[in-house]
């Protein structure tokens, strides 16, 4: 009988090993299939795998399984958790497009280098009530095209905000408080949707040079709106101004040029010292650097009839008076005093 290779290699190991030493032909037999079978299933297991050289560039490493790398896609933003939000290059934490109301927490993560959010490709329609209240981190805020209300607080005491643009969006009603104490910020824009400036929403912002109100539909300056605003200088109001309210402009001691442009003289709130006590709208104002331009169109009357409402509103002195229009911007005033036109 003729035995095959692989037999003949499993029957002369078994030999040298004594496994066979006193069997029947019928037990070597036996022995012989299971040992054939067993090899053949090895030899196949060890053919299948695949036999990579440790210098083989082929093979695949550790680093490079997807298991052992975090995937960067996997990071998850949150609608409604501001520690998911992405970060801009100037420190600004970037709200989703699919935003729709502020957290009530917001304020909590302008902190550290993050000094500002941006809300611009949101779909806000408010600032709620106290939203970032005290929040002395917060530098800028850049707002979207759909908001209209601004509420009570809600940028009170941010000492650090440096200037407010709502001049792209829907904005008609600024609340209560809604900027008393920033005290850094010096530039505010305004749209012309804008029709409310509630009582003291400026109250206190000692670094405002200068407010441009003519193209609002504002009706009323509210009580206390810009009180103690100790920097502003130049303000424009609308034709559309029928109120000038009880201490509206009190102690704006650096205001030098106030604008009046609409086709009647308001009703400016009188200084009283008998009940009711009330502070005039332009309490504490030092009239000698301050000239009051009025439209080309008034006659002496309507000229006598502001004389006379601004000596009751409590300012100190007697201003300058002048038929004048509002430059097409506040900064063409200072460029004129600097050179002294």
Same mark, same amino acid.
């Given at each position: 009988?003729?035995?095959?290779?692989?037999?003949?290699?499993?029957l002369?190991? &078994?030999? &040298?090993?004594? %496994? *066979?030493?006193?069997c029947?032909?019928?037990?070597?037999?036996e022995?012989?299939n299971?040992?054939?079978?067993?090899?053949s299933?090895?030899?196949?297991? #060890?053919?299948?795998?695949?036999?990579h050289?440790?210098?083989?560039?082929?093979?695949?490493? +550790?680093?490079s399984?997807?298991?052992?790398?975090?995937?960067?896609?996997?990071?998850?933003v949150?609608?409604?958790?501001?520690?998911?939000?992405?970060?801009g290059d100037n420190? #600004?934490?970037?709200?989703?497009?699919?935003?729709?109301?502020l957290?009530?927490?917001? $304020?909590?993560?302008?902190?550290g280098?993050?000094?500002?959010?941006?809300l611009?490709?949101? =779909?806000?329609?408010?600032?709620g009530?106290?939203?970032?209240n005290?929040?002395?981190?917060l530098? =800028?805020?850049?707002?979207?095209?759909?908001?209209?209300?601004? $509420? %009570?607080?809600?940028? #009170?005491?941010c000492?650090?905000?440096?200037?407010?643009?709502?001049k792209?969006? $829907?904005? !008609?009603?600024?609340?209560?408080?809604?900027?008393?104490?920033?005290?850094?910020? /010096?530039?505010?824009?305004?749209p012309?949707?804008?029709? $409310?400036?509630?009582n003291?929403?400026?109250?206190g912002?000692?670094? *405002? !040079?200068?407010?441009? *109100?003519?193209?609002?539909g504002?009706e009323?300056i509210?009580?206390?709106t810009?009180? =103690?605003?100790?920097?502003?200088?130049?303000?424009?109001l609308p034709?559309?101004? =029928?109120?000038?309210?009880? /201490?509206a402009f009190?102690?704006?001691?650096?205001?030098t040029?106030?604008?009046?442009?609409?086709?009647?003289?308001?009703e400016?709130?009188?200084?009283s010292?008998?009940?009711?006590?009330?502070?005039?709208?332009?309490?504490?104002?030092?009239a %000698?650097?301050?000239?009051?331009?009025y439209?080309?169109?008034?006659?002496?009357? @309507?000229? #006598?009839?502001l004389?006379?409402a601004?000596? /009751?509103?409590?300012? @100190?002195?007697?201003?300058?008076?002048?038929a004048?229009?509002?430059?097409?911007?506040? +900064?063409?005033?200072? /460029?004129?005093?600097l050179f002294?036109?």
């Open positions: 009988m003729r035995i095959r290779r692989p037999i003949a290699l499993i002369s190991a &078994a030999l &040298a090993a004594g %496994a *066979l030493t006193g029947s032909w019928e037990e070597f037999l022995w012989l299971s040992s054939s079978s067993s090899s299933s090895s030899s196949s297991s #060890q053919a299948s795998r695949p036999n050289d440790d210098n083989d560039s082929s093979a695949p490493s +550790s680093s399984s997807p298991s052992s790398q975090p995937d960067s896609s996997s990071s998850q949150v609608t409604d958790d501001p520690s998911t939000w992405p970060h420190g #600004q934490l970037v709200a989703p497009d699919t935003l729709e109301e957290p009530s927490s917001i $304020k909590n993560y302008i902190t280098d993050i000094t500002g959010i941006d611009s490709a949101t =779909e806000i329609t408010t600032i009530d106290d939203a970032f005290s929040c002395n981190t530098t =800028e805020i850049i707002l979207p095209e759909t908001l209209t209300t601004i $509420k %009570a607080g809600a940028f #009170q005491s000492s650090n905000l440096t200037s407010i643009n709502l792209d969006t $829907k904005v !008609t009603t600024i609340e209560n408080n809604a900027f008393t104490g920033c005290t850094s910020l /010096a530039t505010v824009n305004l012309s949707t804008v029709t $409310k400036i509630a003291s929403a400026f109250w912002c000692t670094n *405002l !040079t200068s407010i441009n *109100l003519e193209d609002t504002i009323t509210g009580v206390n810009f009180n =103690e605003c100790t920097s502003l200088a130049n303000v424009i034709d559309t101004v =029928e109120k000038i309210e009880t /201490a009190q102690s704006c001691t650096g205001l040029d106030l604008f009046f442009t609409s086709a009647t003289v308001p400016i709130v009188e200084k010292d008998t009940f009711p006590v009330a502070a005039g709208a332009f309490l504490g104002v030092d %000698a650097k301050l000239t009051i331009y439209p080309s169109t008034w006659n002496d009357t @309507k000229i #006598q009839e004389k006379d601004i000596l /009751a509103s409590g300012m @100190k002195g007697t201003p300058n008076y002048s004048g229009s509002p430059p097409a911007t506040l +900064s063409l005033l200072d /460029a004129a005093r002294g036109l």
